[in-house]
């Protein structure tokens, strides 16, 4: 982008530069000096314009290109990641399955102790 900025400056410093030469060097009288002043900046103005649309043009390109890029990476991230979670998710699930489980032996072997606890206290 820095580059396109100094072809647009060359472009006007060369016409006004042009401009400057051709009014000391002007073997005309004044109006069709004028004239040619004038015809010689719509030309310019018309070469700018057409490197000014260009660049727009280009720049625009550029950009829905790279949002569309970003877009498809976006998506794969968000994919990637949905993956992930349901892995995680899974694991998750399976490891608070294990610990029900061993939560609900763990009740069991305590109901049994407390009931072996209770008939050797009512045998004493």
């Given at each position: 982008?820095?580059?396109?900025g100094n072809?647009?400056?060359?472009?006007?410093?060369?016409?006004?530069i042009?401009?400057?030469?051709?009014?000391l060097?002007?073997?005309?009288?004044?109006?069709?000096t004028?004239?040619?002043l004038?015809?010689?900046s719509e030309k310019?103005?018309?070469r700018?314009n057409?490197?000014?649309?260009?660049?727009s043009?280009n720049l625009?390109e550029?950009?829905?290109?790279?949002r569309?890029?970003?877009?498809?990476?976006?998506?794969?991230?968000?994919?990637?990641a949905?993956?992930?979670?349901d892995?995680?998710?899974?694991?998750m699930?399976?490891?608070?399955?294990?610990l029900r489980?061993?939560?609900s032996k763990?009740q069991?072997?305590?109901k049994?102790?407390?009931g072996e606890?209770k008939?050797?206290?009512?045998?004493?």
């Amino acid at each position: 982008m820095a580059n396109t900025g100094n072809t647009l400056l060359a472009l006007v410093t060369g016409a006004a530069i042009g401009a400057g030469i051709g009014l000391l060097y002007a073997p005309d009288s004044g109006e069709k000096t004028r004239k040619k002043l004038k015809s010689e900046s719509e030309k310019a103005q018309e070469r700018f314009n057409k490197k000014y649309n260009e660049t727009s043009s280009n720049l625009s390109e550029k950009a829905k290109k790279a949002r569309l890029d970003f877009e498809e990476r976006l998506g794969e991230t968000l994919s990637s990641a949905s993956h992930k979670a349901d892995d995680i998710l899974s694991a998750m699930e399976s490891k608070l399955e294990e610990l029900r489980k061993q939560n609900s032996k763990l009740q069991k072997d305590a109901k049994s102790q407390e009931g072996e606890s209770k008939t050797k206290k009512a045998v004493v």
